[in-house]
């Protein structure tokens, strides 16, 4: 993955990622679209499970040439914390993925890197953003901080003002996560909270709602 590569490994790295990016269009109205006819069929809900999560990387997927990888992506996203050792589930998912993405090889990682990192980030920018609306608090960003390999040992680099990062490691798909985060964001316009107390992931790097009950009205 480019992130933790240096020197030349990185620039060819992060170049098949920025390639990959750039060649998707416009993602707001798919998001808009999906997202709607998800909570069309649904009374009280959790926004985090059944929108933030699959709904932005479901959409990317397909602007990518691929499925709805998003259940797999999101078992990968989970495994791929600091500090967290990956199941059987995890590697199962990783597996099939590779197999989605054309096998092991560098581009099938640009692939997979670009739909984990959008998983837990985007589905962040849609939680806090829904539950600023709902409880009247200011909305944090959701990655706090980010990792880097430094001589072989990783280094944790604070975000702090800086959503997206900054200079040449800065992430490469602020434009597409805004846009799937806006469109989301618009279909879920008229609902409220169902509970009063919001329980947070326990990370070290993010700040996201863990659950996020709503319904209509």
């Known amino acids: 993955m480019a992130r933790f590569s240096n020197g030349p490994d990185h620039v060819r790295r992060r170049g098949l990622a920025v390639s990959l990016l750039e060649s998707v269009g416009e993602l707001r109205d798919e998001a808009f679209e999906r997202t709607?006819?998800?909570?069309?069929?649904?009374?009280?809900?959790?926004?985090?499970?059944?929108v933030a999560r699959p709904v932005p990387v479901g959409v990317l997927a397909s602007a990518l040439g691929l499925p709805d990888v998003s259940?797999?992506?999101?078992?990968?996203?989970?495994?791929?914390?600091?500090?967290?050792?990956?199941?059987?589930?995890?590697?199962?998912?990783?597996?099939?993925?590779?197999?989605?993405?054309?096998?092991?090889d560098e581009r099938a990682a640009a692939r997979i890197g670009?739909?984990?990192?959008?998983?837990?980030?985007?589905?962040?920018?849609?939680g806090n953003e829904v539950s600023a609306w709902l409880t009247g608090k200011p909305a944090g960003q959701p990655v706090l901080s980010t990792r880097r390999r430094?001589?072989?040992?990783?280094?944790?680099?604070?975000?702090?003002g800086t959503p997206f990062g900054a200079g040449p490691r800065a992430c490469p798909g602020s434009r597409q996560a805004?846009?799937?985060?806006?469109?989301?964001?618009q279909a879920l316009q008229g609902f409220r909270l169902t509970e009063t107390k919001t329980?947070?992931?326990?990370?070290?790097?993010l700040r996201m709602p863990a659950r996020l009950w709503v319904t209509r009205g």
């Not at 990192?117 to 849609?126: K, M």
């Not at 430094?150 to 702090?160: E, P, Q």
């Open 178 to 185: 805004t846009e799937l985060a806006t469109g989301v964001l």
């Open 114 to 126: 670009v739909l984990v990192q959008a998983c837990d980030a985007t589905a962040g920018l849609i």
């Open 36 to 50: 709607q006819g998800i909570v069309a069929a649904l009374g009280d809900f959790d926004v985090m499970a059944e």
């Open 71 to 104: 259940a797999d992506v999101a078992l990968v996203a989970a495994a791929y914390h600091p500090h967290v050792t990956p199941d059987a589930a995890a590697e199962a998912a990783l597996g099939r993925l590779v197999a989605e993405c054309g096998g092991a």
């Open 199 to 205: 329980e947070w992931v326990s990370s070290p790097n």
């Open 150 to 160: 430094i001589d072989g040992t990783d280094v944790s680099v604070s975000l702090a």
